[in-house]
């Protein structure tokens, strides 16, 4: 299962849903740093330190983070989604199918309809 960092904006209910599949998560506010103003790069830096994957709705930033560095043990990132559960599932199908989440920059987009 993957190991992952959910930054202080990620959704809590879904962070839930994905640690019943038996992923690892930490959030941000475990780690004591949420309502800090902690820079994108900061963040990812910290997910690193902890050899965590990031995992978020930022996707414009953390994109441009992935592009200037594959340094990293993965970023995923995710259309924000009210359906908690659809988007969980989304989330698992595609860690599932992942051996390892370094280095990639993973995307979970939620379905156009």
Known sequence: MASLYADENFNGKVVQLLLQFGHDVLTAHEAGKAGQGIEDPDVLAHA???QRAVL???????????????HHFGIVV?????DYQA????????L?????LE???IRVNKPRK
């Open 96 to 100: 599932i199918k992942e051996s390892s």
């Open 78 to 82: 995710c259309t924000n989604d009210r």
């Open 103 to 105: 280095k990639k920059l």
């Open 87 to 94: 988007l969980a599932d989304r989330i698992q199908q595609v």
């Open 56 to 70: 978020t709705h930022n996707r414009k930033h953390f994109v441009k983070l992935h592009k200037q560095s594959t």
């Open 48 to 50: 690193i330190s902890l």
